[in-house]
T-cell receptor, first 113, second 114 residues
Framework: GQNIDQPTEMTATEGAIVQINCTYQ??????LFWYQQHAGEAPTFLSY????GLEEKGRFSSFLSRSKGYSYLLLKELQMKDSASYLC??????????????FGKGTKLSVKP | ETGVTQTPRHLVMGMTNKKSLKCEQH?????MYWYKQSAKKPLELMFV???????ENNSVPSRFSPECPNSSHLFLHLHTLQPEDSALYLC?????????????FGPGTRLTVT
């Protein structure tokens, strides 16, 4: 079956670094996505990994290890506006013709002054 | 602004009512999706449309009826809902011919069934 796990909540301090982990089990892995969702707003696309390694995009980086079924999202120089839920999602080719996304429950990050 | 709009943003309906949710994407995408987001649960995929054709119905009860008249518009028709159907309903779109096929989400409709 499919399963995606990520911590429910995390707290960090403004200016610090935080790492949000995601582990997954799928039958037909074809890419992992991270989305950010502020309360009451739409999820917005942050990053995509399909090969092992680190993808860096400004203050945000995402890492993937396919052999371990593991990814993390790294947020540097945290700002108050980074307080949001972070959703890990895996594209599973066993789900739909082009592979539909399976989402984790999301990690609610609170950034404190 | 993600290029995907949804109306209404909030909806309260009784269990005997009939209502419709509307989604429109201005991105030229060829796939559209309906998701349900409930508290403390993952986003649940409900329906998928590729090029206006429904390609997936994820075991959704028949009281939810999707309609996709063209590749830019998607509706979710609601009738005889239950209180447990109260949730945030999100629409998304993607371009399935262009990797990585990331999905762009609308702001959602917050539905309360009384």
């Amino acid at each position: 079956g499919q399963n995606i796990d990520q911590p429910t909540e995390m707290t960090a301090t403004e200016g610090a670094i935080v790492q949000i982990n995601c582990t997954y089990q799928t039958s037909g892995f074809n890419g992992l996505f991270w989305y950010q969702q502020h309360a009451g707003e739409a999820p917005t696309f942050l990053s995509y990994n399909v090969l092992d390694g680190l993808e860096e995009k400004g203050r945000f980086s995402s890492f993937l290890s396919r052999s371990k079924g593991y990814s993390y999202l790294l947020l540097k120089e945290l700002q108050m506006k980074d307080s949001a839920s972070y959703l890990c999602a895996v594209r599973d080719l066993g789900r739909g013709s082009q592979g539909n996304l399976i989402f984790g429950k999301g990690t609610k990050l609170s950034v404190k002054p | 602004e993600t290029g995907v709009t949804q109306t209404p943003r909030h909806l309260v309906m009784g269990m005997t009512n009939k209502k419709s949710l509307k989604c429109e994407q201005h991105l030229g995408h060829n796939a559209m999706y309906w998701y349900k987001q409930s508290a403390k649960k993952p986003l649940e995929l409900m329906f998928v449309y590729n090029f206006k054709e429904q390609t997936e119905n994820n075991s959704v009860p028949s009281r939810f009826s999707p309609e996709c008249p063209n590749s830019s518009h998607l509706f979710l028709h609601l009738h005889t809902l239950q209180p447990e159907d109260s949730a945030l309903y999100l629409c998304a779109s993607s371009q399935i011919s262009t990797s990585p096929y990331e999905q762009y989400f609308g702001p959602g409709t917050r539905l309360t069934v009384t």
